[in-house]
């Protein structure tokens, strides 16, 4: 059961530009909802949160935005830059337990 | 740098062997999770503690699997008898819990460690 979808494997986007990435979730039960960065041979870093009652926040170049009727959120990278290459992992979390994790979503960031 | 520190960072064994793994949480931080990831994969729930008492296993943790977290500080993941289907990289993480202050819920990983069963 896949509870945290990222249907995009992978994104190329040129340096200056904005990356958007997408993730869909089915379990309405998520209080937040999270993002970390994956460098090879890492563990994944914590990125960004959003709490489920919020539809939006921001920290320096990400923000990230929750659509719930659509069961939707997106992390936008604005300007892009080649060190934000790198594997981005979407993640929902209920309360104080487990996070679940989507499979990823590669982003290339082209000088 | 997380914070959180794992050791060691690479084991390779032999089918059959068992293995531990130690984990480091960040030191405030009440909640420690273990998480396995396998190529291709996001991470997966292994199992959780909240101080020293575990609270969920996943189904994922068969009995070859035991986590423990003695002082509420350190965690050790061990697996007995190892197979190659154990070979992965395992996570862990920690966060402040409940009661930790604002977004006391955002869980720092760990760099992991890669094991691989030959």
């Known amino acids: 059961d896949q509870q945290v979808k990222q249907n995009s494997p992978s994104l190329s986007v040129q340096e200056g530009r904005i990356s958007i990435l997408n993730c869909d979730y089915t379990?309405?039960?998520?209080?937040?909802f999270l993002w970390y960065k994956k460098y090879p041979a890492e563990g994944p870093t914590f990125l960004i949160s959003?709490?489920?009652?919020?539809d939006k926040n921001e920290d320096g170049r990400f923000t990230v935005f929750l659509n719930k009727s659509a069961k939707h959120l997106s992390l936008h990278i604005v300007p892009s830059q080649p060190g934000d290459s790198a594997v981005y992992f979407c993640?929902?979390?209920?309360?104080?337990?487990?996070?679940?994790f989507g499979t990823g979503t590669k982003l290339q960031v082209i000088p | 740098d997380t914070g959180v520190s794992q050791d060691p960072r690479h084991k390779i064994t032999k089918r059959g062997q068992n293995v531990t793994f130690r984990c480091d949480p960040i030191?405030?931080?009440?909640?420690l999770y273990w998480y396995r990831q396998t190529l291709g994969q996001g991470p997966e729930f292994l199992t959780y503690?909240?101080?020293?008492?575990?609270l969920e296993k996943s189904r994922l943790l068969s009995d070859r699997f035991s986590a423990e977290r003695p002082k509420g500080s350190f965690s050790t993941l061990e697996i007995q008898r190892t197979e190659q289907g154990d070979s992965a990289m395992y996570l862990c993480?920690?966060?402040?819990?409940w009661g930790g202050g604002n977004n006391s819920y955002e869980q720092y990983v760990g760099p992991g460690t890669r094991l691989t069963v030959t």
């Open positions: 993480a920690s966060s402040r819990g």
């Open positions: 379990n309405s039960m998520f209080d937040y």
């Open positions: 959003i709490s489920s009652i919020k």
């Open positions: 993640a929902g979390q209920t309360g104080y337990q487990k996070v679940t």
């Open positions: 030191s405030e931080h009440n909640r």
């Open positions: 503690f909240q101080n020293e008492a575990q």
